[in-house]
């Protein structure tokens, strides 16, 4: 009777409201129903209230993960931190004091006063963050101080630069439901069962529907249990094995040669003597320079269309030599793209060469290459290949798998990365100064005006191509005439982290050792760098230099300790002696929150108004309400920086501290920046930005008309009902339907519309002048490189199935869902060799540095490699050491070309970004 008594008081309830979780655990999304007993959460459950979206697709539902299920444990868990803290003893000592908000507030704003007055308000820094409910209060605190942003992407390492140099954009998502329509589905870079936990039904439910699932890695993972077969491939191979399917296409004659011709640069004719591209200005002297060119069997040569992909039933050489005259006099021959391919493939890439590379048998690659001609594949991708020396090259060969077999812009089709869009309000509210949705239509007004003024000067541009031209470079051309603008829309700098770790932390000296990096190139990083900067390709984001040395680092939904390649030891060395102020703002005790100055105590996601991101894998606006009172004095984001803002504006007083100029120019006055960041206190809290978000939004065109915080408050999400403006949703390229799964590239192949990539086409050869030298303009397999030193053993890594991030690695039901400690895998074959059984503490090593963890002995795993799944929170290992302290975080040189179409920056676009699989290293028993 007690139990039963227990488990009925367990249930009860008094108040139900919605919830999410507002990390980033893309997509994210679960709509959660929590439920309140006096004041306090006492459970949460899937509302498994999605409806059908298309006749015959499975819904959404139940929607939920394991850590959503227990998400309320955190908000009083041992890691929960309520109140201010101030160091009291050495940074990481563990000496802390509480401390009153108003002290925490003044001392801070002190500090920034003295930065500002002494290095200039770029002084100030942060890094970006995913976290949705933090990214509007940081980045318009930012914008309003004039500090210094880097950009998100290349600090988490989530670009994907081989998907973007084949396409000009990455943020490519279809609807999680459009998955049922696969009829092959790779899982190539990706573990879906563990990072994909309320959408993998989808491809169970296809897979019952007739899809056959692939698996293709180097170790056994648990994804595999759910493939009709496992390819394993030797580790950074993969480009080698895409390229053999591609030869396979070619010689069996089942390629998609009208999807070829059309949808990619395969027909475009390159010059045989320089391996460029044939351009107008070979041609004649007034030739443009991006005019390039394809041969018609019937007409000769014949200019490439830069304003739609369609041939209209011409059938372009796709091999073949031929002479053309230039503006010179002289004839030169040019081929096209493909016929190069084909010489590179079947003298490289056959299946038996493919062999000696991958372990893959020929006769599966043949069966593979197959399937995919064949039937609607789908490339269940992710941010794997990315974080791989030469993950480029292996994601440029994987889509060429899709040009080459048809496979993108139908459903059940294409490659999955990861988009965000569609809340157009969440841009709108933060660059507006005046509240109400007037502010907001006049900035869409002043958009439309400068596409139209693009699409004028060139008429050849689509939206999603004049919007990529306006956001490019430091701040675009729409930043820019914000800028202009004076007060009324202040911005932050932006910049790329890699320039941060190359001045500012010791990226420099890591990068220059040659035998981490491509051994084959001639040059050093220093060489590219120097270059790169020299030529203007980075000009305005080459930034913080090394005599710009930051003072203060606001770290506020980020954990950079445990996230920065190369960890504590690399940033606490050369980083962390510069900083005179360190600020977490947290609602829990991290690593890096442990050896900061000042902690902030912030509310958890159940205490604040705020939205999962939003994106085409769900297409839903989810919201994760408010539902219980921040703990002790922890408060919401917003009102933390309202509140900085304001002590800031007091203590400038106090010190009769009146302006400051930033280094555009800009006269920014201590006394207006509350009144800035607040218009003039009409933000108040994160309620009235969240209602503002909503009903801007609708302006907008992206939610439907009366949305507002309390109709969602009704049902939890909302579906959207067009993409509306912002660059990740545009990337889509595909009309919105109510009724229909959302499929990317639709109007590329059904329209014809242009890509954003130099050629306008899906583009596999990159004719950039460093690609050239390298001897990469087409994809090719190159070894992967020595990162960390001669060791026998690669460590690879991906998301855990026990954790958003470190987020929840300290709560007890999570921790009982596993061992409870970071474990590393490790081969049996390698473990007896040093002696080590399952569970022994071992030492990971390479030249880099060391960390200690439980090994756990794994047949899966591959003879060679160890895997260190991604998200402990360093604390959890002994010495606060975790698996980054190993990598060296090597960025490729490539990464810094630039002055070449799409290879320019954009805000989460083309940059170098570091990675860290197949580190090498080796173990042993470690005391203990
Ligand atoms: Fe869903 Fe993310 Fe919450 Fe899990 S943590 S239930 S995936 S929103």
């Given at each position: 009777?007690t139990?039963?008594?227990?488990?009925?008081?367990s249930?009860?309830?008094d108040?139900?409201?919605?919830?999410?979780?507002?990390?980033?655990?893309?997509?994210?999304?679960?709509?959660?129903?929590?439920?309140?007993?006096?004041?306090?959460?006492?459970?949460?459950?899937?509302?498994?209230?999605?409806?059908?979206?298309?006749?015959?697709?499975?819904?959404?539902?139940?929607?939920?993960?394991?850590?959503?299920?227990?998400?309320?444990?955190?908000?009083?868990?041992p890691?929960?931190?309520?109140?201010?803290?101030k160091?009291?003893?050495?940074?990481?000592?563990?000496?802390?004091?509480?401390?009153?908000?108003q002290?925490?507030?003044?001392?801070?704003?002190d500090?920034?006063?003295?930065?500002?007055?002494?290095?200039?308000?770029r002084?100030?820094v942060?890094?970006?963050?995913?976290?949705?409910?933090?990214?509007?209060?940081?980045?318009?605190?930012?914008?309003?101080?004039?500090?210094?942003?880097?950009d998100?992407?290349?600090a988490?390492?989530?670009?994907?630069?081989?998907?973007?140099?084949?396409?000009?954009?990455?943020?490519?998502?279809?609807?999680?439901?459009?998955?049922?329509?696969?009829?092959?589905?790779?899982?190539?870079?990706?573990?879906?069962?563990?990072?994909?936990?309320?959408?993998?039904?989808?491809?169970s439910?296809?897979?019952?529907?007739?899809c056959?699932?692939?698996?293709?890695?180097?170790?056994?993972?648990?994804?595999?249990?759910?493939?009709?077969?496992?390819?394993?491939?030797?580790?950074?191979?993969?480009?080698?094995?895409?390229?053999?399917?591609?030869?396979?296409?070619?010689?069996?004659?089942?390629?998609?040669?009208?999807?070829?011709?059309?949808?990619?640069?395969?027909?475009?004719?390159?010059?045989?003597?320089?391996?460029?591209?044939?351009?107008?200005?070979?041609?004649?002297?007034?030739?443009?320079?991006?005019?390039?060119?394809?041969?018609?069997?019937?007409?000769?040569?014949?200019?490439?269309?830069?304003?739609?992909?369609?041939?209209?039933?011409?059938?372009?050489?796709?091999?073949?030599?031929?002479?053309?005259?230039?503006?010179?006099?002289?004839?030169?021959?040019?081929?096209?793209?493909?016929d190069?391919?084909?010489?590179?493939?079947?003298?490289?890439?056959t299946?038996?060469r493919?062999?000696e590379?991958?372990?893959?048998?020929?006769?599966?690659?043949?069966?593979?290459?197959?399937?995919v001609?064949?039937?609607r594949?789908?490339?269940?991708?992710?941010?794997?290949?990315?974080?791989?020396?030469?993950?480029?090259?292996?994601?440029?060969?994987?889509?060429?798998?899709?040009?080459?077999?048809?496979?993108?812009?139908?459903?059940?089709?294409g490659?999955?990365?990861?988009?965000?869009?569609?809340?157009?309000?969440?841009?709108l509210?933060?660059?507006?100064?005046?509240?109400?949705?007037?502010?907001?239509?006049?900035?869409?007004?002043?958009?439309?005006?400068?596409?139209?003024?693009?699409?004028?000067?060139d008429?050849?541009?689509?939206?999603?191509?004049?919007m990529?031209?306006?956001?490019?470079?430091?701040?675009?051309?729409?930043?820019?005439?914000?800028?202009?603008?004076?007060?009324?829309?202040?911005?932050?700098?932006?910049?790329?982290?890699?320039?941060?770790?190359?001045?500012?932390?010791?990226?420099?000296?890591?990068?220059?050792?040659?035998s981490?990096?491509?051994?084959?190139?001639?040059?050093?990083?220093?060489?590219?760098?120097?270059?790169?900067?020299?030529?203007?390709?980075?000009?305005?984001?080459?930034?913080?230099?090394?005599?710009?040395?930051?003072?203060?680092?606001?770290?506020?939904?980020?954990n950079?300790?445990?996230?920065?390649?190369?960890?504590?030891?690399?940033?606490?060395?050369?980083?962390?002696?510069k900083?005179?102020?360190?600020?977490?703002?947290?609602?829990?005790?991290?690593?890096?929150?442990?050896?900061?100055?000042?902690?902030l105590?912030?509310?958890?996601?159940?205490?604040?108004?705020?939205?999962?991101?939003?994106?085409?894998?769900?297409?839903?606006?989810?919201?994760?309400?408010?539902?219980?009172e921040p703990?002790?004095e922890?408060?919401?984001?917003?009102?933390?920086?309202?509140?900085?803002?304001?002590?800031?504006?007091?203590?400038?007083?106090?010190?009769?501290?009146?302006?400051?100029?930033?280094?555009?120019?800009?006269v920014?006055?201590?006394?207006?920046?509350?009144?800035?960041?607040t218009?003039?206190?009409?933000?108040?809290?994160?309620?009235?930005?969240a209602?503002?978000?909503?009903?801007?939004?609708?302006?907008?065109?992206?939610?439907?008309?009366?949305?507002?915080?309390?109709?969602?408050?009704?049902?939890?999400?909302?579906?959207?009902?067009?993409?509306?403006?912002?660059?990740?949703?545009?990337?889509?390229?595909?009309?919105?339907?109510?009724?229909?799964?959302h499929?990317?590239?639709?109007?590329?192949?059904?329209?014809?519309?242009?890509?954003?990539?130099?050629?306008?086409?899906?583009?596999?050869?990159?004719?950039?002048?460093?690609?050239i030298?390298?001897?990469e303009?087409?994809?090719?397999?190159?070894?992967?490189?020595?990162?960390?030193?001669?060791?026998?053993?690669?460590?690879?890594?991906?998301?855990n199935?026990?954790?958003?991030?470190?987020?929840?690695?300290?709560?007890?039901?999570?921790?009982?869902?596993?061992?409870g400690?970071?474990?590393?895998?490790?081969?049996?074959?390698?473990?007896?060799?040093?002696?080590?059984?399952?569970?022994?503490?071992?030492?990971?090593?390479?030249?880099?540095?060391?960390?200690?963890?439980?090994?756990?002995?794994?047949?899966?795993?591959?003879?060679?490699?160890?895997?260190?799944?991604?998200?402990?929170?360093?604390?959890?290992?002994?010495?606060?050491?975790?698996?980054?302290?190993?990598?060296?975080?090597?960025?490729?040189?490539?990464?810094?070309?630039?002055?070449?179409?799409?290879?320019?920056?954009?805000?989460?676009?083309?940059?170098?970004?570091?990675?860290?699989?197949?580190?090498?290293?080796d173990?042993?028993?470690?005391?203990?």
């Amino acid at each position: 009777m007690t139990d039963q008594r227990n488990y009925r008081d367990s249930l009860d309830f008094d108040e139900v409201r919605w919830g999410t979780h507002c990390v980033d655990c893309y997509p994210g999304n679960c709509p959660m129903r929590v439920f309140v007993k006096d004041g306090k959460i006492v459970r949460e459950e899937q509302s498994g209230t999605l409806p059908i979206i298309e006749d015959g697709v499975p819904d959404y539902n139940p929607m939920g993960c394991l850590q959503g299920a227990c998400w309320h444990q955190s908000l009083d868990g041992p890691e929960r931190i309520a109140f201010p803290l101030k160091r009291a003893g050495e940074r990481g000592e563990g000496k802390w004091e509480r401390i009153s908000w108003q002290q925490a507030l003044d001392e801070i704003a002190d500090s920034m006063l003295d930065a500002i007055h002494d290095h200039g308000p770029r002084s100030i820094v942060r890094e970006g963050s995913p976290e949705t409910a933090v990214v509007g209060p940081v980045g318009r605190f930012f914008n309003v101080l004039g500090g210094f942003e880097l950009d998100l992407n290349g600090a988490i390492g989530d670009f994907n630069p081989g998907v973007y140099l084949s396409f000009g954009k990455q943020q490519i998502e279809s609807s999680a439901d459009d998955w049922f329509h696969s009829q092959v589905i790779l899982f190539w870079h990706s573990n879906p069962v563990y990072t994909r936990i309320p959408f993998y039904h989808f491809m169970s439910e296809a897979r019952y529907n007739g899809c056959e699932i692939v698996n293709i890695s180097p170790d056994i993972n648990p994804s595999h249990t759910h493939a009709d077969y496992q390819v394993v491939v030797k580790p950074a191979s993969d480009t080698a094995l895409a390229l053999a399917m591609v030869q396979v296409m070619f010689e069996e004659n089942i390629a998609d040669w009208e999807f070829v011709r059309e949808q990619t640069d395969l027909g475009l004719l390159i010059r045989c003597d320089t391996n460029r591209y044939l351009r107008a200005c070979d041609l004649k002297s007034d030739g443009r320079e991006d005019q390039l060119y394809q041969w018609d069997p019937q007409a000769g040569l014949t200019e490439a269309d830069r304003g739609t992909l369609k041939l209209n039933g011409r059938k372009i050489a796709l091999e073949g030599r031929f002479r053309v005259k230039l503006a010179d006099g002289s004839e030169v021959e040019v081929r096209p793209v493909c016929d190069a391919l084909r010489e590179q493939v079947d003298t490289l890439y056959t299946p038996e060469r493919q062999q000696e590379i991958t372990g893959v048998h020929p006769d599966t690659v043949r069966m593979l290459a197959r399937k995919v001609a064949s039937r609607r594949t789908n490339i269940m991708h992710g941010m794997n290949a990315c974080k791989i020396y030469h993950g480029d090259l292996i994601e440029r060969a994987m889509c060429l798998v899709l040009a080459v077999s048809g496979n993108w812009g139908r459903k059940g089709t294409g490659i999955r990365c990861w988009a965000a869009g569609l809340l157009d309000g969440s841009m709108l509210a933060m660059g507006k100064n005046k509240p109400g949705v007037q502010a907001a239509a006049q900035i869409l007004e002043n958009r439309e005006k400068m596409l139209g003024n693009l699409k004028q000067m060139d008429p050849t541009l689509t939206t999603e191509l004049a919007m990529a031209e306006l956001t490019k470079g430091p701040r675009g051309i729409l930043g820019q005439m914000s800028e202009s603008k004076g007060r009324d829309t202040p911005v932050a700098a932006q910049s790329i982290p890699a320039f941060w770790w190359y001045y500012q932390v010791d990226g420099r000296d890591r990068w220059n050792t040659k035998s981490w990096g491509d051994e084959s190139l001639g040059r050093s990083i220093d060489d590219y760098v120097t270059e790169a900067i020299d030529k203007g390709w980075w000009d305005g984001l080459d930034h913080p230099r090394t005599e710009e040395v930051p003072q203060v680092l606001i770290e506020c939904g980020g954990n950079t300790l445990r996230r920065t390649r190369g960890g504590k030891k690399a940033l606490m060395k050369s980083l962390w002696p510069k900083l005179k102020t360190i600020v977490d703002i947290d609602f829990r005790m991290t690593q890096t929150a442990s050896h900061a100055d000042y902690f902030l105590p912030a509310a958890q996601h159940y205490e604040k108004v705020s939205f999962a991101i939003t994106c085409p894998q769900v297409l839903n606006l989810t919201l994760g309400d408010k539902v219980v009172e921040p703990l002790g004095e922890a408060k919401e984001e917003w009102q933390i920086f309202s509140d900085l803002l304001a002590a800031i504006g007091e203590r400038a007083k106090a010190r009769k501290l009146a302006e400051y100029t930033d280094p555009e120019g800009r006269v920014r006055r201590y006394e207006d920046l509350w009144s800035q960041f607040t218009m003039d206190g009409y933000y108040k809290n994160q309620e009235v930005v969240a209602d503002e978000q909503i009903r801007d939004s609708v302006i907008a065109g992206t939610l439907p008309d009366g949305t507002t915080l309390e109709t969602l408050r009704e049902t939890g999400f909302v579906r959207f009902i067009d993409w509306g403006i912002m660059p990740g949703a545009l990337s889509q390229a595909s009309p919105f339907f109510a009724n229909e799964t959302h499929t990317p590239f639709r109007n590329h192949l059904e329209a014809g519309d242009p890509f954003p990539t130099y050629s306008r086409r899906a583009q596999f050869y990159i004719d950039h002048e460093w690609f050239i030298e390298a001897g990469e303009q087409l994809p090719v397999h190159k070894p992967n490189p020595a990162m960390g030193g001669d060791y026998p053993l690669g460590i690879s890594s991906g998301h855990n199935r026990w954790s958003v991030h470190s987020v929840n690695h300290l709560n007890k039901t999570v921790l009982g869902t596993h061992r409870g400690t970071p474990t590393v895998l490790v081969n049996p074959d390698d473990a007896r060799a040093r002696g080590v059984e399952d569970d022994d503490l071992i030492r990971v090593f390479n030249d880099v540095s060391e960390f200690r963890s439980r090994a756990r002995v794994a047949a899966g795993v591959s003879p060679g490699q160890i895997i260190s799944y991604n998200g402990w929170e360093p604390m959890q290992y002994p010495g606060w050491s975790g698996a980054n302290e190993i990598e060296p975080g090597m960025v490729k040189w490539s990464g810094f070309s630039g002055g070449y179409g799409h290879l320019n920056y954009s805000f989460l676009g083309w940059q170098p970004a570091p990675v860290d699989r197949w580190t090498r290293c080796d173990f042993e028993l470690a005391d203990g």
